[in-house]
């Protein structure tokens, strides 16, 4: 996927969050490119780490930083307790517009996405997030990914891992 149309996706896909109700932050935004990526199969070009709240990329934060510095994006301060939201302007929708032939045949994973991620919070992006990076980028078996998702995230308990994992099972299997 060339550059120009990676953006189109990050954008839209800020647009769609933003229309669930979701708070679009830097986690969510990570959380659902990884998603789109890793679980749809969508192109997106980003590489992901396993890091503090699970799957992170660098390369995506550069992005999103370049995008506020040269007005592509803004950021909302709502709360003191919580981090910035991410806001399209009228130079991100016309992005959008501009290249909207171009992330037409990903707008149907792209909604599937923000609609999976909609309602969660940091906490349970982080649990299926990693138990996706689990089970596709550890190729770990079912039967073990808990277990696994356990030992990289001692924070999250046995039963919430195994409860991440049937999840993204279920989804894993809805996708195919």
């Known amino acids: 996927m060339d550059k120009d149309t990676s953006l189109a996706v990050v954008f839209k896909t800020i647009e769609l969050l933003r229309a669930k109700n979701n708070w679009a932050g830097e986690t969510s935004i990570h959380k659902s490119i ?5 679980l749809m199969n969508v192109p ?5 780490t396993l ?18 510095a040269y007005n592509y994006l803004c950021l909302e301060y709502v709360s003191p307790i919580y981090g910035p939201r991410y806001l399209l302007n009228d130079i991100s929708d016309k992005y959008i517009e501009t290249h909207s032939g171009n992330i037409m045949g990903y707008l149907e994973k792209i909604v599937r996405v923000s609609e999976i991620v909609s309602d969660k919070g940091i906490g349970s992006l982080e649990k299926l997030a990693t138990a996706l990076y689990v089970i596709k980028e550890l190729n770990c078996p079912p039967a073990n990914a808990a277990l696994k998702l356990h030992e ?14 049937d999840k993204m099972q279920e989804l894993i299997a809805a996708t195919k």
Not at 34 to 38: F, G, H, N, V
Not at 51 to 68: A, N, Q, T, V
Not at 152 to 165: F, G, M, Q, T, Y
């Open 51 to 68: 890091y503090l709240h699970g799957p992170f990329s660098f390369d995506l934060r550069e992005e999103l930083s370049s995008c506020i």
């Open 34 to 38: 990884y998603i789109l990526q890793q």
């Open 152 to 165: 990289l995230k001692p924070h999250i308990s046995l039963d919430e891992a195994r409860k991440a994992v």
């Open 44 to 48: 997106v070009g980003f590489t992901f």
